[in-house]
């Protein structure tokens, strides 16, 4: 069965750039414009030109800076607009006009004070104006996803009769579920007599988070363009996203539908809009969110390690993505922590491998994400723990303004347990006066460091300590989300190497 071509036709610069804050200056849309073109998208609509000077400027300078992709400008079906836009385009290697009119109830009743044979008049007026000056002009019928289909089979055919070379159906308010979206598209290739002289286009808006599902209905039923922007973004909850479209042509081979882009590029062109745009991608956002290749199940981490495909339908590095990560959270196994592990160059021994995971799963109800630095220390810790004699196995410490502090540890020492509790000026020095008291040993504290990773007040902190006896110097360390663990077991670690 032979494949079919969708065009990809990017409204980011267009559709996009009507999101509130997400505006560009003309610099950055000639970067954004060169990024689509690598991208290998096939329509970029520059700009609205009537509506400003800067739009203007955008779209005549994106029409000298690639050359490429058809650049496209939009107007309303007004004859003024048409001449902006074409003047703004004169420069563009391949240049096409995007005009268009309300058809729905709603927008010739409400929006325009007009009739059906009017509205039809007044775009057949604007298509055929806008080919006085371009051989490529598509047609919108705004607001069709709520136009009565016979009525918008008739526009069509007029349309294409004026000379539309592709005719937009646009779901303007995202209201059309996929199927109605579908059977509409259907409609229109069935009862259009011309409708194999142009291409049906279509454009979905995610008020209801359909606007891909009711795209990808639309091109099955026999559309053959997409519009859509990177990252989804648009006017109110946004346009089908590219990345999204993309990908499910690729992924469901069955269609035998193909396109034109560079998978590859989508991940470091999304990045891009985001940026510039000033306009964060949520992370459970599919393709390019965060956590699109992103495992903290344990079950999900352990299947992804046997074989990715257990829980990944699209390979990371076909979107421009190094690597599936996996978030070690207190619902990973030891499989997870043992892969990043090596990852990060430890090949720790199955004893060393429990105690790492023990305090790792502590770490992770803390935290609720362990990171590489956390896992640095937790091994360095945990190492020492496996060679020494010594083992805390219970700290209570009881402090606060107007009370004495006072420290109860219980030290594992050669098979037996031995607890003391002692005060002290606070508590740090009650405990480390309780383990001095088990063990009968007097050494000096040298140098006492208490240091957080990352600084966030649920973070790691890492304890170093340093104790002078008999002339010799002991080091010890230890890490721990509980500073006061963290110096108790680090001090342990230090005492055990006099026992």
């Known amino acids: 069965m032979s494949k079919d ?67 496209c400008g939009l107007t309303r079906a007004v004859k003024k607009d048409i001449e902006v836009a074409a003047e703004a385009l004169k420069f563009a290697k391949r240049s096409r006009i995007h005009t268009g009119i309300g058809t729905s109830y709603y927008h010739i009743y409400h929006k325009l004070n007009s009739t059906p044979e009017k509205i039809i008049a007044r775009g057949i007026d604007a298509v055929k104006y806008a ?89 099955i039923n026999g559309a053959r363009q997409v519009e859509v922007t990177i990252n989804g973004i648009g006017e109110r909850a946004g346009n089908t996203a590219l990345e999204e479209v993309v990908m499910i042509m690729k992924s469901r081979k069955h269609l035998n539908l193909i396109n034109n882009i560079n998978p590859k590029k989508i991940y470091s062109t999304s990045r891009l809009i985001s940026t510039l745009m000033r306009m964060p991608v949520q992370p459970n956002k599919a393709i390019v969110g965060r956590n699109a290749f992103a495992h903290s199940s344990g079950i999900h981490q352990d ?28 619902r990973s196994g030891r499989a997870a922590l043992k892969h990043r592990l090596k990852q990060l160059g430890y090949l720790p021994e199955k004893e060393a491998i429990d105690i790492i995971y023990d305090k790792f799963i502590i770490v992770a109800d803390a935290k609720k994400e362990v990171n590489d630095d956390d896992l640095k220390a937790l091994v360095g810790a945990s190492e020492r723990v496996v060679k020494r004699t010594l083992h805390l196995e219970k700290l209570q410490v009881l402090c606060g303004k107007g009370s004495v502090p006072v420290a109860t540890v219980t030290i594992k020492w050669e098979g037996s347990e031995h607890t003391e509790t002692v005060e002290g000026n606070g508590p740090i020095d009650a405990s480390f006066s309780a383990v001095k008291k088990i063990l009968n040993k007097k050494v000096k504290l040298e140098e006492f460091l208490i240091q957080a990773i990352h600084r966030g007040s649920n973070d790691l902190g890492k304890v170093h300590v340093q104790i002078i006896h008999k002339g010799q110097v002991y080091y010890g360390f230890s890490a721990s989300t509980d500073i006061i663990t963290a110096s108790v077991e680090a001090f342990i670690d230090a005492m055990s190497q006099l026992v």
């Not at 705004?142 to 005719?167: S, Y």
């Open 5 to 71: 071509r969708v065009y990809i036709f990017d409204t980011t610069l267009r559709d996009g750039e009507q999101v509130p804050g997400c505006q560009l200056n003309t610099i950055e849309k000639i970067e954004v414009a060169k990024t689509l073109e690598a991208l290998g998208v096939d329509v970029i609509e520059a700009g609205f030109p009537i509506s400003s000077p800067g739009d203007f400027n955008s779209v005549v300078e994106i029409s000298k800076a690639v050359s490429e992709p058809i650049i």
């Open 131 to 219: 080919k006085t000056f371009v051989e490529d002009v598509e047609f919108y019928a705004e607001d069709a996803g709520r136009t009565d289909n016979k009525f918008l089979a008739q526009v069509v055919e007029e349309m294409i009769k004026a000379g539309a070379t592709v005719i937009n159906i646009p779901d303007t308010t995202g209201y059309t579920l996929p199927e109605e979206y579908g059977k509409k598209i259907k409609y229109l290739m069935e009862h259009v007599p011309s409708i194999d002289k142009a291409i049906l286009s279509t454009h979905c808006h995610n008020d209801l988070g359909m606007a891909t599902a009711n795209t990808m209905s639309g091109v």
């Open 303 to 330: 299947g992804v390690l046997k074989k990715r495909e257990n829980y990944e339908i699209i390979n990371p590095k076909t979107v421009g993505i190094k690597e599936s990560t996996f978030v070690l959270t207190a």
